[in-house]
């Protein structure tokens, strides 16, 4: 679980975590991994949105907590329908060691 | 002089323990106004909820061990309470106020959840807490007629807030409020989904130590749109022993920890029949499932609650047991179980929770 979620810079997003651990997510790689139905295929699991339309000045508008378990963000671009849940987030951390 | 001896008195306080928090109450900043005059010691213990289980125990072991000292010739303790809740709860976006957000769930229904919900809420109203009770059983609203409210309606203020109706020393709200109790409510999802947004968000609550959701049966639409919108604090799941009953709970527990949302611990309704002639034990609905649950989950047993015919009665009538018979075997039952639920709430509030609530606006250079 996380102790804080905030803003880093205009194109990061910062997660301290109740181990201590501090994850650093760039915008656009978090945009690219939303889980939502319209971005990823309900049953098959693939992805079906084209990581190429994600354009390099993607940033949130605004980001919201969902319930105890996640956050909602809302994009620059529109896009608005995923959940990040926090177990989702601490398990795309893009950090090295989290990496291996 | 005088500094010494609060010292001393500190010292031994230090020895007392609080049961479900695992540590001494003068770490945990129980103590407060410690005064000592001559032989004369004052103090305050603040507990984390006004429902402690253990109040008169703690009372007991704090003044024994001060009295025990040489020199103390009278030792006087007050008790209060200040009950820990959520992070930043008075901010908060949804439920501003309210300091834990307790859901009465059920995989299944007919398991009585309704009627638990609302002599939880009376239980605890009884500790001195303030409680509100939010009864979200969209088709089958029961709270009306339990408060005997039927056709009684809310008031709606300017500024087209909800005020909750008033019964039995809590605040209470329900969709039947809204609806006439005759024409069944037939909703597709959105409504659904609006409904419980307008209860979370409209109704002007005050301030709460525990706000009790009755949930409606099962884990669909309602459940997950209310713990996707409301920062739950914690959630007891009510069950009846039978195994069929077991299967559904155990369904109602895993959404919950999906969700991350603290399961508190099982409720087991109906759990045997008492005969009031001979005292005879009969376990109806065969015995020992809810501890078997327990364990298999390794969530608490809060308690068993047994069949008591005054409950149907008293529920119907509009007064439930907890208000209409205190005294009795049911009524102290739920006192036990009411304060069994305000300790895991003061567990898992003094583990610490995530963040409190996200609401962050990007900024950037250019807006």
């Known amino acids: 679980m996380p102790l804080e979620v905030k803003q880093a810079d205009e194109r990061t997003l910062a997660i301290r975590w109740q181990d201590e651990h501090e994850s650093l997510y760039p915008c656009g790689y978090l945009r690219k991994l939303c889980q939502c139905a319209g971005c990823v295929d309900e049953w098959s699991g693939q992805r079906r949105m084209d990581p190429n339309q994600i354009t390099e000045d993607i940033h949130p508008i605004e980001i919201q907590g969902v319930g105890r378990y996640g956050i909602r963000i809302n994009w620059s671009d529109g896009h608005n329908t995923g959940i990040y849940t926090f177990k989702y987030l601490r398990e795309i951390c893009p950090c090295e060691k989290c990496k291996q | 002089m005088t500094s010494i001896a609060e010292e001393q008195i500190l010292n031994a306080l230090k020895t007392v323990k609080d049961p479900d928090l695992h540590r001494d109450i003068v770490s945990l900043g129980f103590i407060k106004d410690l005064k000592v005059e001559g032989g004369t010691v004052d103090f305050t213990i603040e507990l984390t909820t006004p429902a402690c289980p253990?109040?008169?125990?703690?009372?007991?072991?704090?003044?024994?061990?001060?009295?025990?000292l040489p020199g103390v010739k009278e030792v006087r303790v007050e008790m209060t309470s200040s009950t820990r809740g959520r992070s930043r709860f008075e901010s908060a976006?949804?439920?501003?106020g309210v300091r834990n957000i307790i859901?009465?769930?059920?995989?299944?229904?007919g398991v009585g959840k309704s009627t638990v919900a609302a002599n939880l809420a009376l239980a605890l109203a009884k500790t001195g807490a303030q409680v509100g009770?939010?009864?979200?059983?969209?088709?089958?609203?029961?709270m009306p007629l339990m408060f005997g409210l039927v056709g009684r309606q809310p008031e709606v203020t300017a500024d087209e807030k909800i005020l909750p109706l008033k019964a039995h020393g809590i605040r209470l709200m329900s969709i039947g409020f809204l609806a006439t109790e005759k024409a069944p409510i037939i909703w597709r999802g959105p409504m659904v989904h609006q409904i419980i947004q307008q209860f979370l968000t409209r109704v002007e609550w005050g301030e709460l130590d525990y706000l009790i959701l009755d949930l409606p049966p099962g884990t669909g639409d309602a459940q997950l749109t209310l713990t996707q919108s409301a920062p739950l604090s914690g959630a007891v799941i009510v069950t009846t022993p039978q195994e069929v009953s077991l299967i559904d709970a155990r369904k109602g527990?895993?959404?919950?920890q999906k969700v991350n949302v603290p399961v508190l611990g099982l409720i087991e309704n109906m759990s045997y029949f008492k005969c009031p002639d001979c005292g005879h034990v009969a376990h109806i609905f065969s015995g020992g499932g809810g501890e078997k649950m327990s364990e298999e989950l390794g969530v608490p047993l809060l308690g068993q609650i047994p069949i008591d015919s005054a409950v149907v009665e008293t529920g119907d009538q509009g007064t439930p047991i907890v208000a209409a018979k205190p005294e009795g075997q049911t009524a102290k039952i739920y006192q036990i179980i009411a304060g069994a639920i305000a300790a895991q709430m003061s567990i898992v509030n003094m583990k610490g929770g995530p963040a409190g609530p996200v609401n962050i606006k990007w900024e950037t250079k250019k807006s």
């Open chain 2, 253 to 256: 527990l895993q959404m919950f």
């Open chain 2, 103 to 109: 859901a009465v769930a059920s995989g299944k229904g």
């Open chain 2, 133 to 142: 009770l939010l009864d979200c059983d969209i088709y089958g609203p029961s």
């Open chain 2, 93 to 96: 976006t949804v439920l501003p």
């Open chain 2, 54 to 68: 253990v109040r008169d125990q703690l009372k007991q072991e704090c003044e024994s061990k001060v009295r025990a």
